[in-house]
């Protein structure tokens, strides 16, 4: 009797020390790892922390200044002298529209890495893009749809981002230059 005691506490204390060391291992991370809390303020839940006052070391870089409806475009987030991000959410908006997201991210996005999910803040439908890795990355380019109709007289789009260095360390509201958007298909000259 005392031999199945010692061996039932045995057996519980070894699940207990493999569900904790699994759970701690690094590998990897929750593939829904934005909620949709964030669609707004694009600030992380993560305990008490708060976004860094420091100046962001980080841009957005768009590839072209004007497009039309329908277009892609690629979106450079890329570290200033080799600043590593582990984190990154992303959306585009219509400046001085408010802070609904437009445009769509393209799924190619999430067939390049597999760190990268795209998700939808209402109204619209995959209009968010997320990178999450244990791993800093210097860069990383993702493809963006331009919305087919943006509000009426709104013609510029700008990338909004939240770049995080660590769990405790990020910085929100790092914008894009302004990108005009033709409302009737031809670039502006």
């Known amino acids: 009797m005392r031999f199945l005691l010692v061996l039932g506490v045995a057996l519980c204390c070894f699940f207990a020390a493999s569900a904790f060391s699994t759970a701690h291992r690094p590998g990897k991370l929750n593939p829904n790892h934005v909620p949709s809390s964030a669609c707004v303020d694009m600030v992380p839940v993560h305990n008490d922390s708060v976004a860094s006052s420091d100046p962001a070391p980080y841009v957005l870089t768009p590839s072209v200044s004007q497009a039309n409806p329908g ?84 013609h510029n789009v700008y990338f909004r981002a939240t770049f995080l260095e660590s769990f405790s360390r990020f910085w929100v509201n790092v914008d894009s230059e302004p990108i005009f958007i033709s409302s009737d298909g031809h670039q502006k000259h």
């Open 71 to 154: 277009d892609v475009i690629q979106v450079v987030t890329s570290g200033i002298n080799g600043a590593k991000f582990k984190g990154l959410y992303m959306q585009a908006r219509v400046v001085g529209a408010g802070v609904d997201a437009v445009g769509k991210f393209m799924q190619e996005n999430e067939e390049r890495s597999p760190a990268v999910r795209i998700s939808s803040c209402p109204p619209g439908e995959k209009n968010a893009v997320s990178y999450i890795s244990r791993t800093g990355i210097e860069t990383i380019t993702i493809d963006w749809r331009v919305p087919e109709n943006l509000p009426e007289g709104m």
